[in-house]
């Protein structure tokens, strides 16, 4: 099922994201809530928290006096980790089994808190940040839970700031105006969420456009980049994968095909089969049929150009992932050309301008490659020279 990460800093509207989900059809699995399951009275989870804490963190009632026990942790590195110990463990235990409970074709949306300080967002399919104006989430701290400006303050500076947050977003939702607002940009997501689900069941690529728009540069694309590249590391199990960012997306101030593409590297393509279905399960479906680089001189033997291919689920993010063994004349000429275009300025200039000449006179994506690939010879050749004369390694 799709798998989908939400998160967002305290005083941000994140529960009313997941509420808004929740009505669309998505199941909500609320880390706060089942936080709070694992230490209710009678669980092992209070019994340990008394053990560590002692009993000054219970209510006359038996039940967790959260405030005392707040007390205790916060600004405590030390006790915070410990109750983490406790409590973590748990909540990932009861998070797996209501995920396990909903149906094959649900969107799962996993509203927790501390994605970004626990380093999660790689193991779902798509991060969604809501964030909001600083001044405002204090102002909603203040008004809606009854904190003191201060203690707002210091529970915003607790959690990762939204550089960070941002940079583990692949959609970010601003939350500075009214509930209404809100539901608009919901509603969106959900638009994308539906066809993504429904795409990673079926193990099938996302629709793309068959004619040639050419856009950018986007400075974003390297995080996107790398924020897929830390997913599909995941979906390997394998952290220190060699994936590495190629294509026109990959080479700063050069307008492209919205399309990040992206190599992962392999021992061989008995290696890239056997990783086919966790990359499919992952939203990285494989296309049916046989896939080949163009082979480029003096080596034009396209068995050595053989590779793997897959495209994203996402309608929202389209992306060709290169399977390619490494020290391949595939894997190197892709290394070789976009290390070329980001250090000669005159090449990259000579390259835009026939994207940009045949994306007007091309017809359809196909057409727009095919004529780019006697370009690519010549730039090759020249690429083999650059890379002898700087010496040049991939």
């Known amino acids: 099922m799709l798998n989908v990460g939400l998160t967002g800093g305290i005083g941000s509207g994140k529960s009313s994201v997941a509420r808004r989900l929740a009505e669309h059809g998505a199941v909500v699995v609320d880390s706060d809530v089942i936080a709070r399951e694992v230490v209710a009275p009678g669980t092992d989870g209070l019994r340990e928290i008394v053990e560590a804490f002692g009993a000054g963190v219970l209510q006359p009632d038996g039940s967790l006096d959260r405030p005392a026990l707040g007390a205790l942790v916060f600004g405590d590195t030390a006790a915070r980790r410990r109750l983490e110990e406790i409590t ?13 409970a909903a149906a094959p074709d649900a969107v799962l949306v996993n509203d927790v808190p501390l994605l970004v300080e626990g380093g999660l967002a790689p193991t779902y399919h798509l991060v969604v940040v809501v964030e909001t104006d600083r001044d ?3 102002g909603r701290l203040v008004r809606d839970r009854g904190m003191t400006e201060r203690q707002a303050l210091d529970r915003i500076a607790a959690q990762a700031d939204d550089a960070r947050r941002r940079a583990a977003a692949d959609v970010v939702l601003r939350n500075d105006g009214d509930l209404a607002d809100l539901h608009v940009v919901v509603d969106r997501l959900w638009r994308r969420l539906v066809p993504y689900e429904a795409n990673v069941r079926h193990r099938r690529r996302a ?12 400075p974003s694309w390297p995080d996107q980049a790398r924020r897929l590249a830390d997913r599909i590391r995941h979906l390997v199990g394998d952290p220190d994968r060699r994936i590495d960012h190629v294509g026109s997306t990959a080479v700063p101030g050069l307008a492209a095909k919205d399309v990040v593409d992206l190599q992962l590297s392999v021992s061989s393509l008995a290696e890239a089969d056997s990783l086919a279905d966790r990359l499919a399960d992952g939203g990285f479906p494989r296309p049916p049929g046989d896939w080949y680089d163009s082979p480029k001189p003096p ?14 689920a996402d309608p ?4 060709n992932l290169h ?3 490494t020290g391949s004349p595939g894997w190197r000429c892709a290394l070789l050309l976009r290390d070329l275009l980001r250090a000669d300025e005159a090449t990259r200039a000579e390259y835009l301008a026939l994207k940009q000449g045949l994306a007007e006179r091309s017809a359809t994506v196909d057409e727009y490659a095919e004529a780019k690939e006697p370009w690519f010879d010549v730039a090759y050749d020249r690429a083999r020279r650059w890379a002898d004369r700087t010496g040049w390694q991939p």
């Open 207 to 218: 629709p793309r456009p068959a004619d040639v728009t050419l856009a950018g540069p986007d």
């Open 323 to 325: 399977v390619r063994v």
């Open 299 to 312: 080596d034009l033997d396209p068995a050595r150009w053989t590779k793997r291919l897959h495209l994203n």
């Open 136 to 138: 405002i989430r204090i």
């Open 316 to 319: 929202g993010r389209p992306v």
């Open 88 to 100: 973590h463990p748990r909540v990932r235990a009861r998070s797996r089994e209501l995920a396990a």
